[in-house]
């Protein structure tokens, strides 16, 4: 046998076993929580034991287990690749009745995680046409999810626009967000071949939610372009409902919307929800036909007593939101306290969904990527900054300066992680 370094690997081999942001990540992930505990873990995006929900499930595990027939289907039966029958027409049942949206079961697709979900959308949508045309997908606020970096089997799939930042008054320059700047989204609906429009609500790193407004507005430009608005809806509305702001869910024939049961408490089941139109949902399942045969059954079994009563809408609003909630004002309060300690220039984006703090470091002097390994040393894992930040046409200072911290686990190592990333950007800080 060669060894593996002889081994002869595709284009398509090659870019899938490079190493990327994602792969950094997931490995990072799995270590802190396996086989290096005493890891500080603000990396990844693992959602937190929430007391509350891990009973509920638990409970759940065990009327399953209780109930001989329904728990041999569960693990002894193939669902079609589209997903549960049973599943998909709750599903559909609830969205047009809470939301009067037009939907059925032929509405929606199944896929081993929403990160599956992309990979198929992303592929089966951009890249090379028949037509000889190269589409892309845009992404309209950037920075926007890690995980879509490296989905493309092609090169250079998407195409981004830098955001506006904005102050929020009274906060002395420590609060920002980021605005879409729909002047920069049309140039580039105009400039590029564009076979989507892609954005995350709440957006992955920042937790930035975009208004209701933002989303018809998008919504409206996709229409007029007869290009589907595909919204990531994996912490938000309508579940798992992880969302501080007001905010409606949204979706209409031309829109694909993503949900999940990952933040919901459920990473483990890698269950993806796709709600879209017709065409697309089936092609998700042949796809799912072609690449797995069929997707996990557990996920969905688990959950649906709760989308039948509607209760699976209530979970995040009663569970998680506010234990989410406390989570973010606790960690927002340390990092005030020990980087204004350390006079380190910093600035948070606005906490408004997610597990995530958007954490801005305006005097460093080194990137982030470099900075994500001083801090890996003192056993404290974060996200650099510079992988959420593709798709741009130049450069962008800012990149460089980012963090994306993850406030969901126990108190105690939150606020010992940021202790340490404020003593490590004080000592990083441009003199």
């Known amino acids: 046998m ?42 990844g995006g693992n959602p937190a034991a929430v007391p509350a929900m891990q009973q509920l499930l638990r409970e759940r595990m065990q009327e399953l287990l209780n ?33 009067g949206w037009s939907v059925g079961p032929e509405n929606i697709a199944i896929t081993s995680g929403g990160q599956t979900a992309f990979f198929y959308l992303f592929n089966m949508l951009a890249g090379a046409g028949k037509d000889g ?31 506006d930042i904005v102050w929020p008054e009274g906060e002395e320059q420590r609060i920002f967000k980021y605005r879409i700047n729909f002047d920069a989204v049309r140039v580039a609906l105009a400039e590029h071949d564009v076979a989507a429009i892609a954005v995350s609500r709440p957006t992955n790193p ?39 702001v007001d905010a409606v869910p949204h979706w209409d024939p031309h829109v694909i919307l993503t949900m999940s049961l990952s933040k919901l408490g459920l990473p483990g089941t890698r269950t993806g929800i796709v709600v879209a139109p017709e065409p697309i949902a089936t092609a998700m399942g042949a796809m799912t036909a072609i690449t797995g045969l069929a997707n996990g059954n557990v996920g969905q079994q688990m959950v649906l007593p709760w989308v039948r009563s509607g209760r699976i809408l209530e979970l995040g609003p009663e569970l998680l939101l506010p234990f989410y909630q406390e989570k973010s004002r606790q960690a927002a309060s340390w990092t005030r306290e020990f980087f ?15 597990f995530f703090h958007w954490l801005w470091l305006r005097n460093l002097s080194i990137s982030t990527k470099e900075f994500y390994q001083r801090l890996k040393s ?30 969901s686990q ?17 000592r990083a800080a441009r003199k």
């Open 2 to 43: 060669p060894g593996q370094e002889s081994f002869y690997l595709s284009t398509v081999g090659e870019k899938l076993t490079a190493r990327s942001g994602i792969l950094e990540l997931m490995d990072d992930l799995g270590r802190a929580m396996t086989i290096e505990p005493d890891m500080l873990m603000l990396g």
């Open 67 to 99: 109930d001989a027939d329904s728990f041999d289907r569960m693990l002894g039966n193939y669902d079609p690749p589209q997903g549960s029958p049973a599943f998909r027409v709750a599903l559909a049942e609830l969205l047009q009745k809470t939301y």
């Open 133 to 163: 045309k190269q589409r892309k997908i845009l992404l309209p606020l950037c920075p926007e999810y890690i995980g879509y970096a490296d989905q493309g089997l092609e090169q250079d799939l998407f195409v981004a626009c830098r955001p």
């Open 206 to 244: 920042t937790g930035n939610v975009l208004t209701d407004d933002e989303v018809r507005e998008l919504s409206a430009l996709a229409r007029v372009h007869e290009i589907p608005l595909i919204l990531d809806n994996a912490y938000g509305v309508p579940f798992p409902g992880v969302v501080f």
């Open 340 to 354: 204004d300690a350390a006079g380190v220039d910093w600035a948070l984006h606005v906490s408004e969904g997610a």
């Open 378 to 407: 003192r056993k404290v894992l974060v996200v650099p900054g510079e992988y959420f930040f593709f798709g741009l046409a130049e450069e962008w200072e800012h990149s460089a300066q980012c963090l994306r911290l993850n406030f």
């Open 410 to 426: 126990p108190a105690d190592r939150v606020r010992s992680a940021l202790q340490i990333i404020a003593e490590e950007a004080a």
